[in-house]
């Protein structure tokens, strides 16, 4: 089965300031997605960002970018100049194919992150 | 500009009570799943549907039913409430392709009393 694996489950970071959140996963798959996503307090899901594993290019998104390094399995998200609004819970999650046309997420238990003023 | 509505928001029960949580969604989305999100555990699937007429079950299915009679609708059943099922449930719906984005609706926080 495959897992999702975030190691830090609470984080701070002073605002203005960056922060990298860890994520590893397992598969034997080639062919997959990677997302990050968020949850902050009002509990509604939120894409930040997505990558193909077949895409070597690191996936980026105005503050946010990610390390992606397909041999190690290994996914962070990098925040740049935190802002209090960036203050949630992050999740990993990584999408297969699962059959009949479809693809399942596998989500991590999160990290979650606080933003010092 | 709905995107995926779940009622009810919150909803306490009693051991062995029968609930079901609505999901619907406007967006013609083929693929839609149901998760229970609980502390420290992150989002874990209950069941799924690739189409109308089309369900398969997730990691933690049991006591829990789904159908799916049209697009738009994926109802769960909780079929008689467990203290265990104490969670917040999450419905989300997507094009069902590998790179799809998953759309969330609000939760719905149920507890089992």
């Known amino acids: 089965a495959q897992t999702v694996t975030q190691s830090q489950p609470e984080m701070s970071v002073q605002e203005a300031e960056t922060v990298t959140l860890s994520c590893t996963y397992d598969t034997s798959e080639s062919d997959y997605y990677l997302f990050w996503y968020k949850q902050p307090p009002s509990r509604q899901m939120i894409l930040v960002i997505r990558q193909e594993a077949y895409k070597q290019q690191n996936a980026t998104e105005n503050r946010f970018s990610v390390n992606f390094q397909k041999a190690a399995k290994s996914f962070s998200l990098k925040i740049s100049d935190s802002q209090l609004g960036d203050a949630a819970m992050y999740f990993c999650?990584?999408?297969?194919?699962?059959?009949?046309?479809?693809?399942?997420?596998?989500f991590g238990k999160g990290t979650k992150l606080s933003v010092i003023p | 500009n709905a995107g995926v509505t779940q009622t009810p928001k919150f909803q306490v029960l009693k051991t062995g009570q029968s609930m079901t949580l609505q999901c619907a969604q406007d967006m013609n989305h083929e693929y839609m799943s149901w998760y229970r999100q609980d502390p420290g555990m992150g989002l874990r699937l209950i069941h799924y549907?690739?189409?109308?007429?089309?369900?398969d079950q997730g990691e933690v299915p049991n006591g829990y039913n789904v159908s799916r009679s049209t697009t738009e609708d994926f109802p769960l059943r909780l079929l008689s409430a467990a203290p265990s099922q104490t969670s917040v449930y999450f419905c989300?719906?997507?094009?069902?392709?590998?790179?799809?984005?998953?759309?969330f609706g609000q939760g719905t926080r149920l507890t089992v009393v």
């Open positions: 999650a990584y999408s297969r194919y699962s059959g009949a046309g479809s693809y399942q997420l596998t």
């Open positions: 989300a719906s997507s094009r069902g392709t590998g790179r799809a984005e998953a759309f």
């Open positions: 549907s690739v189409g109308a007429g089309i369900t």
